[in-house]
């Protein structure tokens, strides 16, 4: 089985992702590739149980002088006949590996979902603006910027929290000591409100958000540059000077820091920099930019575009809400159905791990009730066989959940990055990252522990009701 999973994961990394287009655009997938996790979880599990009874009794070998009467029986117990309890082990790393795979997984591709419409965007809202050209002056007319704020919704309140403008065009880099050029994206922002308002995540840059944006700031010759072509390539360093071209006319900045990836901006679109508008607009006059915004809560983007055309005789182009992409993007056919199996397969673990250990311990406590029969006529008090039953039990239980939780979470790294559901070319953009439920993970140990809680204050009753007579009666009627 582990042989199987391996080659599973092999094949898995040698496509980088479940699905594949061919040559005339079809869709090609292998659903057998599915199973590969649950066979990995399946296979480690089994070869876990393998070692599970050497774990015990190096255990209670360490420490045979110091455990209680209690402990000691209980890992004894456990290492000499290891078979009556890998049944337990083995059903609580099954469904905690399994539960915690999937809701891991339904996680994952949620914020996968997000963090791709929130990089197409830029922020909660983008509006594609323009402006009027004026022939006689040979200048742009366009409304200022703090014109959005006016805004206002049927309460009084701006419909626009924050903004920031976003300004592009195209610039053109002589290579030096190379003799040939190279076409640029230039990126022009208000750094203090784009550090507000635009959608950032941390892999973005080694340096943060806002100290990006301070050193714009700062000088206004300051330049964030693609760390892929500048310093990779190029070998350049934090201080040089970049001279490029832009609207026919040269202009120098200093490199002040590195970025990998820029919200708006794809691999395909080529190498790009980041510049302070405000000095490129001094330099060369004024030119439309786009508007990153961040709405009133419930506000759409439409609606505010419409009426900021109506009402504030903004010219505007087009409008992009991310929160209503992120809705469309999840009701589609394929996420919602992803979406519903995965949150099954995290339901029927849960239930089967409760259901699994309620009965194992009911049947365990019958089984063995002639061995405690047997323990208490030895001389074992009632408080020395409680010590022995919940610690065989806690230590079965813990065990269990802690290899379980590990091992989902390690599937998950594992697997999770090759499960991709989206064929798109720009699904790699921005990078794909494992998200571990926690908070799903937290809910099935809230639960659990509340079913611990209750059953084990009953079998604590059951072990002082027991009389040695009927226990030793039983047990000879049982065997």
Known sequence: ??????????????????????????????????????????????????????????????????????????????????????????????????????????????????DRVMFKVGGEAYFDEAGLWDEDGQLWLITPADRHYDLLSDEGEPEIEQLAR????????????????????????????????????????????????????????????????????????????????????????????????????????????????????RNFGESPWDIVATLRPGAAAQDVSNRLRREADIVIMGSTGAQAEILETRNDATQTGTFGILSIGFIVSTVLTLLGFLMYSFLSFRRRLQEFGILRAMGLSVRQMIALFVFENGFLILLGTLVGTILGIVTGAMFIPFLQLSADQLANTPAFIVETAWVDIGRIFILFGAVLVLSFPVSVWMLRRIKIHEAMKFGGEAG
């Open 1 to 114: 089985l582990l042989g199987v999973a391996i080659y599973g994961f092999m094949s898995l990394s040698g496509r980088e992702s479940l699905l594949s287009l061919g040559p005339e655009g079809e869709l090609f997938s292998d659903p057998l590739l599915l199973v590969a996790p649950v066979i990995f979880i399946f296979a480690v599990a089994l070869v876990f149980l393998r070692f599970f009874p050497y774990i015990v009794a190096a255990i209670s070998t360490v420490g045979n002088r110091i455990y209680g009467v209690g402990i000691h029986l209980g890992l004894r117990q456990i290492a000499r006949s290891p078979g009556q309890f890998v049944r337990l082990v083995l059903l609580l790393v099954l469904t905690f590996a399994l539960g915690t795979f999937s809701a891991s997984m339904a996680a994952t591709i949620d914020r996968n979902i997000n």
């Open 166 to 281: 976003l300004w592009e065009s195209e610039a053109v880099y002589p290579i030096p000591g190379e003799g040939g050029t190279e076409k640029l994206t230039a990126y022009g922002v208000d750094p203090i409100d784009f550090a507000q308002t635009v959608w950032w995540r941390d892999d973005f840059s080694d340096a943060p958000l806002n100290a990006l944006m301070n050193s714009l700031a700062m000088d206004e010759r300051a330049l964030l540059a693609d760390r892929a072509f500048f310093q990779e390539r190029l070998l350049l360093r934090i201080g040089d000077p970049v001279r490029f071209n832009l609207a026919q006319n040269e202009i120098e900045f200093f490199i002040a820091g590195w970025i990998d990836s820029f919200p708006t901006h794809y691999p395909d679109d080529g190498v790009f920099v980041v510049t302070n508008v405000d000095f490129i607009h």
